[in-house]
């Protein structure tokens, strides 16, 4: 399997000496298509095969001698502004560049529906897709559909900002590199901490109710069994609890969404057999691997240590430690009964969401056979998303597009349209426009009072294609109150327990093994969240576990994780190579 998987990848992720668009048959199908369609309302139709199309750089200086128009889609939040040139974001770029967009603006809940129609329908496409947010199966479809086109000699020749980027950080540029070695979509980066720093080294942290062990006068657990004689402890003085601090409802000592990503308890288990837990667990797209040190891809379900904690697990869940409706409950009553404070431990991204900061801390790794935390997969290289902003072949002047496109990767662009702006006409900014200590412009994060910084951002932000660097804290943009102490807590409570040294990149598979990799995964997901639900309910045997080793291996494992295999091979090589 993986001979030929490594002849499909050719020359890894590096350019390939063809590297022009080889789509040409599906473009022309596409230019056919377009010019039938267009053809009843004595519409021209322009197409780009994907040629690149130089222009001479002057005629990019910005701004514009002449007004220019481009057109674009976008997505925006509901109940947010929905004319995206009426945001001061907007705004400005308009004046500093002399391009206006005509834009198609769809509200996130539609978007998914109505971008997939839009782009298989040439009479509504635009010469780029602002927030795309394409899927690589989708990149990949749409690429041989001749609907868009390949951008990596664009981004060399007119993408100065984003250049710069992939030069200091070489590791986006092949992320975003297909296995022909063309860039189909531009990126969005948000580096907040990097490595075992990241902010997105880990999703589900546990939280433990300081409040409650300070009354019981209990020390923070350290162990898998301290841990267990402090629920118990919350279980066995439940009414005083409730007496203490006015709770109404009963005390439940743990609770969390079981096989639902950061709301999942699956941190815990971390320190049973090697230590490496089960954290790529996403509730839909879960892939549950680990790569040991040695550069081996293998599934984190079925090792002994993931058996020994489920078993552990199961054993709280008799004592009645557990919540009962961890199961099945959805977000809004989880949330309901964590602001209620009827919690010992929760999980979130940020307990905030679940009950309050002052009264709880993050809860340690925990020591069962070792002491390690495993950092989630594709978190080294901080927030990333490779199909944020698509040119399409209906582009007259793709190298104008992607020079404007450009500009959303400068320093003090990028974190406006992440975050939010400055100098709105409202009563709340996200961003003060001051100075570093070198005396130049430097967005400062506003305080907002009783205002939701989430409202805030949605109502300023405008999301697409940009790029936040660690080094840009401090120097353009300060960081936000609520990714520090998120910062903080990780460097204070998880990253010395990291003892792993790698974690699966974000690799681009072709369109074939995008294919079979979401075909396997699916059983393979599907049986793992089922067994891990049952068995922490109501335990198992070593007869089930050997029955569901022989049930993963029947959907294919052997395969799924050669898969894997093959393409981290090929990623590390082409790493190696760009550090030459």
């Given amino acids: 399997m993986r001979n030929r998987l490594s002849d499909r990848l050719g020359n890894g992720f590096g350019y390939k000496s063809g590297r022009r668009y080889g789509k040409r048959t599906a473009a022309l199908a596409l230019t056919m298509c377009m010019a039938v369609s267009l053809a009843g309302c004595g519409g021209k139709v322009k197409i780009n095969d994907g040629t690149f199309r130089p222009v001479d750089e002057a005629e990019l200086e910005f701004p514009l001698k002449e007004k220019t128009t481009l057109t674009g889609m976008i997505s925006y939040p509901a109940n947010t502004e929905s004319e995206p040139n009426n945001r001061t974001i907007f705004k400005r770029l308009q004046e500093q560049t002399n391009v206006e967009i005509d834009w198609t603006a769809i509200q996130s809940d539609q978007w998914p529906d109505k971008i997939s129609l839009n782009m298989s329908d040439p009479n509504k496409l635009t010469d780029f897709i602002f927030s795309a947010d394409f899927t690589d199966s989708n990149l990949l479809k749409y690429a041989d559909y001749g609907a868009i086109i390949p951008v990596e000699e664009y981004i060399d020749a007119y993408m100065p900002n984003l250049k710069a980027a992939f030069d200091k ?24 901490g990097s490595g075992k720093t990241a902010i997105q080294s880990v999703g589900n942290m546990s939280f433990i109710n300081k409040k409650w062990l300070d009354f019981l006068d209990l020390e923070i657990p350290e162990t898998v069994d301290e841990f267990e004689e402090v629920l118990i402890a919350f279980r066995d003085n439940a009414s005083e609890l409730q007496k203490k601090f006015g709770i109404e409802g009963s005390i439940i000592p743990m609770s969390c969404m079981v096989n639902s990503g950061n709301e999942d308890m699956g941190i815990l288990i971390n320190g049973f057999g090697e230590g490496y837990g089960d954290v790529d667990k996403d509730k839909n797209n879960g892939r549950h691997i680990v790569v040991t040190d040695d550069q081996e891809v293998i599934c984190c379900a079925t090792q002994e240590g993931y058996k020994e904690g489920i078993e552990w697990l199961h054993k709280l869940y008799e004592e009645d430690l557990i919540d009962p409706e961890a199961f099945t409950q959805e977000w809004s009553t989880y949330v309901s009964k964590g602001k209620s404070g009827r919690y010992g431990v929760c999980f979130s991204w940020d307990v905030g969401n679940i009950d309050n900061l002052k009264d709880w801390v993050p809860l340690p790794v925990l ?161 793992i969240k089922a067994k891990k639900a049952d068995w922490i309910m109501n335990g198992f045997t070593d007869k089930d576990w050997e029955k569901y080793l022989d049930k993963l291996e029947a959907y294919g494992l052997s395969e799924y994780l050669e898969l894997f295999q093959g393409y981290l091979d090929s990623y590390n090589a082409s790493m190696a190579g760009n550090n030459k």
């Fill in 169 to 192: 950080y070489p590791e986006y540029r092949t992320m975003c590199t297909d296995v022909n070695g063309h860039i189909w979509a531009l990126p969005w980066i948000e580096q907040l």
């Fill in 367 to 527: 020591t069962a056979d070792t002491r390690n935390l495993t950092p989630e997969n594709g978190s080294f290289t901080s927030g990333f998303n490779r199909g944020r902003c698509v040119v399409t072949s209906v582009a007259e002047n793709p190298a104008l597009v992607c020079a404007w496109l450009d500009q959303m990767y400068a320093p003090l662009q990028s974190p406006q349209n992440n975050w939010g702006t400055y100098g709105e006409d409202d009563d709340f900014d996200i961003f003060e426009m001051g100075k570093n200590a070198d005396g130049e412009d430097m967005l400062k994060h506003a305080p907002l009072g009783d205002a939701s910084p989430v409202e805030v951002r949605e109502a300023e932000a405008v999301g697409g294609p940009l790029a936040i660097l660690d080094e840009y804290y401090d120097v353009y943009v300060t960081c936000p109150d609520d990714a520090q102490y998120r910062l903080d807590w990780i460097k204070e409570y998880y990253t010395p327990d990291m003892n792993k040294e790698y974690v699966y990149p974000n690799i681009f598979m072709s369109r074939e093994d995008t294919e079979r990799f979401s075909n396997l995964q699916a059983d393979i997901h599907k049986e």
